[in-house]
Structure formats: structure tokens, C-alpha cells
């Protein structure tokens, strides 16, 4: 319980990181329209609602994030789901988000204090914008992956990617723009005693 104050805390402080986000969600994507997009009227909406946007956007977020061909996400909609439907996660830009775990990842939703999850264990959280206006399109991935012992100590082997709706690539702690991704763990650091995950708002939670 502590911990989670700490953490929502950080999350505040990390706001601002995510202004910058939506800075690079808006100029990577093409057109226009959401040049100056940064989401501060995210419509509300009923589970069913929710459910019913993300399933008329799946397909097309699953062909656009593939672009970036990491092998490791092959298929991520088919992995356990972990959240019954699509929630506003304020500290990922306000967007609707779902939380997947790879087969690897057997321990996320059941984590005990000091659990670790196993090397080989990828979370990816897909994200949609649904504005009060009604307007849909999809939003980053945000990944995480465990690595092998030692491969990436000051991020206790965690590997964070964001991956833009177009495939591009925002950034990766052990590839390309790894400082623009550097500021993910500084907020998940906040529960390290859950293996720097934060799991689904207890309301989302499957079979809840
Ligand atoms: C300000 C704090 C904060 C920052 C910064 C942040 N996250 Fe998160 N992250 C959370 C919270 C809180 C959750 C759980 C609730 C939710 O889904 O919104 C979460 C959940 C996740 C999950 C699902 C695994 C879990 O923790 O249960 C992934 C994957 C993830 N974040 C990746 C990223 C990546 C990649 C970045 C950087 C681009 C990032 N996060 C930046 C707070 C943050």
C-alpha cells in the first residue's frame, strides 16, 4: 500500500515526461489533423464501448507496430489478456491501454512481493486515443522485456521499447533512441518490489 503512494507520487513527477511523448506521438504521425495532438478530453466510456473501438482498431494497430519487426511481439494479441476492457492510463498520455503477457510472463498477475518474473517474459500495453469528439486511432506500444542476469543492470534487465502506430521506432533502452526511453524506468521503479510492474487498476482486472 505504501509503496503504491510512492509510486503515484513519482507518477505525478513523470507527468511531464509524457508531455513530450505526446510531442513525439504528434509529429510522427502523418497529416495534419492531430499535428497538435495531446489528449486532454479522453472520452468516457462504458466497458462495452471501449471493447467495441479497440476491436474496429486491433487489426490495424497489430499490422502497424509488426513494421517495427521485433520477433519478440510476434503476435502479442494472442497472448493473455490480463484487463476485461480498455482503460484511460494517465500516466501513458491518457490513453485507452490493455495489458498483455507473454506465455513466459506465467507469474504476472499473481506476483508476490520479491517474485521475479522469469528472463524471456515480454509485457506489451497497446494503446488507442478516443477523444470526446469521437475521434479513434491508435496510440504507442509500450514494451517491456526481461533480460538475461546481468545484461542490463542499472535497469534491473527490464528492456523498455515504444513503438509509434506506424512501426517507427520512439525509442529502445538497448537499440536506437535509448535515452528517449531511459525515463520509463525511473517511474517503475517505484514498485520494484513487484518486479518493477504495476499490474491492471483493480477494477480492469479479469474476472473481477
Ligand atoms: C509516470 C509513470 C510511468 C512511466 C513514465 C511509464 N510507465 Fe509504464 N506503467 C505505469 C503504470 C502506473 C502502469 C500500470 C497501469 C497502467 O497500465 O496504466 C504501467 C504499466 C506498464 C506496462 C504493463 C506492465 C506493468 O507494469 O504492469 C508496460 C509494458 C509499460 N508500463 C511500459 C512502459 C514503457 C515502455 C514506458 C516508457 C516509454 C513506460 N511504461 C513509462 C507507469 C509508468
Given at each position: 500500500?505504501?509503496?503504491?503512494?510512492?509510486?503515484?507520487r513519482l507518477c505525478l513527477i513523470?507527468?511531464?515526461s509524457f508531455a513530450i511523448v505526446d510531442a513525439g506521438?504528434?509529429?510522427a504521425q502523418s497529416g495534419g489533423?492531430?499535428?497538435?495532438?495531446?489528449?486532454?478530453?479522453?472520452?468516457e466510456l462504458?466497458?462495452?464501448?471501449?471493447?467495441?473501438?479497440?476491436?474496429?482498431?486491433?487489426?490495424?494497430?497489430?499490422?502497424?507496430?509488426?513494421?517495427?519487426q521485433f520477433e519478440q511481439?510476434?503476435?502479442?494479441?494472442?497472448?493473455?489478456?490480463?484487463?476485461?476492457a480498455p482503460y484511460i492510463s494517465a500516466t501513458h498520455g491518457q490513453r485507452f491501454v490493455n495489458s498483455y503477457a507473454n506465455r513466459m510472463a506465467h507469474n504476472y498477475g499473481t506476483l508476490q512481493e520479491g517474485e521475479k518474473l522469469p528472463i524471456g517474459s515480454v509485457l506489451a500495453k497497446d494503446s488507442m486515443t478516443v477523444t470526446d469528439e469521437?475521434?479513434?486511432h491508435p496510440g504507442a506500444l509500450f514494451v517491456m522485456e526481461k533480460l538475461a542476469e546481468g545484461t542490463s543492470p542499472e535497469m534491473a534487465d527490464w528492456r523498455y521499447i515504444m513503438v509509434m502506430p506506424d512501426g517507427s521506432l520512439f525509442g529502445d533502452t538497448m537499440g536506437d533512441r535509448a535515452d528517449?526511453?531511459?525515463?520509463?524506468?525511473?517511474c517503475h521503479e517505484a514498485v520494484a518490489d513487484r518486479d518493477y510492474t504495476f499490474f491492471v487498476p483493480e477494477e480492469y482486472v479479469v474476472g473481477n
Open positions: 500500500m505504501f509503496s503504491r503512494l510512492i509510486a503515484l513523470c507527468a511531464l506521438q504528434a509529429l489533423e492531430d499535428a497538435h495532438l495531446a489528449i486532454e478530453n479522453p472520452a462504458s466497458k462495452e464501448e471501449a471493447l467495441q473501438i479497440y476491436a474496429s482498431l486491433q487489426r490495424r494497430m497489430a499490422q502497424g507496430y509488426a513494421a517495427a511481439l510476434r503476435n502479442y494479441q494472442n497472448w493473455p489478456l490480463f484487463n476485461d469521437g475521434n479513434t528517449n526511453v531511459a525515463y520509463c524506468h525511473d
